[in-house]
């Protein structure tokens, strides 16, 4: 961890506060972006800290991608996390704020339901993206991609799976293969 | 407003395994009755068609809701303070005992878990929208273009987002 040189903060605002603003569907769309933009073209994390920090964001209560306050972190200590948190949540808030107000009158017209069809799709693939992203970033390798199709498949299969017990099994499932394995 | 500040402290706390928006349901409008259904959905309808984390847009919009723009900024911030001190202390636990080979392979376990539920979120995404051949071009040349060549977001949504709206627009207009 490095302390928050202004420059790097400045970085992570330019950084988070746009995808602020693309992450329809939710944080996750912009997993792939982000992971591009702290990995290949700032360097704030390895693709092994990604990985950990990614499974740590998820690990923790709270909404959506807590990610942008861990890399944020990593890349200039608190500032840095606190920067990189205002940059990723107050521009969305602020536009659902205002929007609130306006949203309600274009109910009904075809823009209304256009855009949110149009966008519907989008939001799905960049999910998927997202999951693809980190997937390859994993240095575990196939273990990782078959865990994951498991976890897919028996989701889709029972879409009531509580969340949870899915985390703290496939921590105990990878740590007890590693420390059978060593 | 401390009670709804609590309230969401609280939530935000307590909200393990994502999915904010469901423990929201729960918590405002099953057990505090704070929002009824109805105004509920919408909220998430609305929520749905803007960008953000679901889970903070619903915040914003109940805080909203319940207390004018005091109302949202205290919500908002009661919902994200224990989580970003949380998350940081695991950080820092994690920047001290990460280079454990357990741990990494631990960590993994829960990435696999959390990749599983991102997948099965975009399909039935997809399987419940218009599953038209349309949306599922876009959805697939979305994953080409950002998750397999790894061209930047921006401008990949950028292109296809207009394709994609003036094609619902097109199919509402047949019909």
């Known amino acids: 961890m490095r302390e928050g040189s202004t420059d790097s903060l400045v970085a992570l605002a330019v950084v988070f506060a746009p995808l602020s603003l693309l992450s ?25 800290e990604f990985a950990d920090l990614f499974a740590l964001s ?18 200039a200590g608190i500032p840095g996390a606190l920067i990189a948190t205002i940059a990723f949540y107050l521009p969305s808030a602020l536009l659902v704020f205002g929007a609130a ?30 999951g693809l992203v980190v997937l390859r970033a994993s240095p575990a390798g196939w273990p990782v991609w078959a865990a994951a199709i498991v976890t897919t498949a028996a989701l889709l299969r029972w879409p009531g799976l509580h969340p949870v017990p899915l985390l703290l099994g496939g921590a105990a499932l990878f740590g007890l293969l590693a420390a059978g394995g060593t | 407003m401390a009670r709804i500040f609590v309230a969401f402290l609280r939530l935000g706390a307590t909200s393990f395994g994502g999915g904010t928006a ?12 704070w929002i009824d259904d109805r ?25 909203q809701n319940l207390h004018g723009a ?3 900024a205290v919500a908002l911030i009661g919902l994200l303070m224990a989580p970003f001190a949380i998350v940081l202390a695991v950080g820092a636990a994690y920047a001290s005992v990460g280079q454990h080979g357990l741990v990494h392979a631990m960590l993994d376990g829960v990435a696999a878990a959390v990749i599983g539920l991102t997948f099965a979120t975009g399909l039935r995404s997809i399987a419940q929208g218009t599953p038209g051949p349309a949306a599922i071009v876009i959805a697939a040349a979305t994953v080409l273009g950002v998750g397999v060549l790894r061209w930047p977001m921006l401008p990949v949504v950028a292109a296809l987002a207009p394709l994609s709206i003036a094609l619902a627009l097109l199919k509402a207009r047949r019909r």
């Open chain 1, 24 to 48: 329809f569907g939710g944080g996750n769309a912009v997993l792939a972006d982000i992971a591009h933009q702290a990995i290949t073209v700032h360097g704030w994390t390895s693709e092994r």
């Open chain 1, 58 to 75: 998820r690990a923790a209560p709270g909404p959506g991608s807590m990610l942008a306050t861990l890399i944020g972190w990593k890349a």
């Open chain 1, 101 to 130: 107000r306006v949203w309600g009158r274009w109910r009904g017209s075809p823009w209304h339901d256009a855009v949110e069809r149009g966008v519907a799709p989008i939001a799905a693939g960049l999910f998927l993206s997202g």
């Open chain 2, 22 to 33: 469901g423990w929201l349901y729960r918590e405002m409008v099953l057990k505090r009755r």
């Open chain 2, 39 to 63: 105004s509920f959905l919408a909220m998430l309808g609305l929520g749905q068609a803007m960008p953000g984390s679901n889970g903070i847009k619903l915040t914003v919009l109940i805080g």
């Open chain 2, 70 to 72: 005091a109302g949202a």
